[in-house]
């Protein structure tokens, strides 16, 4: 099993960090071309992350656009779950749960964070 989980992280990790256009799915691209977006929101603390792998928006007068945006990529977010697991024999939520802590290594200071309990932290 810890064996298992290892190499659920390490693929996960390498999605992460393999450029988006070695990707063979549509989601991938979607998520590249959103990936400014994503961030450009996030430094404005209009968004953040979650614990379960998915993009969260914090704006209580958040833009029909923004959440939009939020939803577009946590559709694509769960397309990538769903192909983690199958490659790796894991769940969807050993997948978003890795994603999700991959998400806090690469947080930048500013970035927020919501926890189990939905309380939010920033970085």
Same mark, same amino acid.
């Given at each position: ?30 998520? %590249?071309?959103?990936? #400014? =977006?994503?961030? *450009? ?5 209009? &968004?953040?992350? /979650?614990?379960? $792998? ?34 790796? %024999?894991?769940?969807? #939520? =050993?997948?978003? *749960? ?5 998400? &806090?290594?690469? /947080?930048?200071? $500013? ?13």
């Amino acid at each position: 099993m810890k064996t298992q989980f290892s190499l659920f992280l390490l693929c996960a990790l390498s999605f992460l960090l393999v450029p988006f256009a070695q990707a063979d799915s549509s989601f991938a691209a979607s998520m %590249k071309e959103r990936l #400014a =977006e994503v961030i *450009k929101a996030k430094g404005e603390g209009t &968004v953040g992350e /979650g614990v379960d $792998g998915l993009l969260h928006v914090r704006a209580d007068d958040a833009s029909a656009d923004l959440k939009k945006m939020v939803a577009a990529e946590n559709k694509d977010r769960k397309a990538l779950f769903e192909s983690l697991s199958e490659k790796t %024999k894991g769940s969807t #939520a =050993e997948a978003a *749960k890795v994603f999700a802590k991959a998400m &806090v290594a690469k /947080g930048k200071k $500013g970035h927020w964070f919501r926890s189990s309990k939905g309380t939010w932290k920033q970085k």
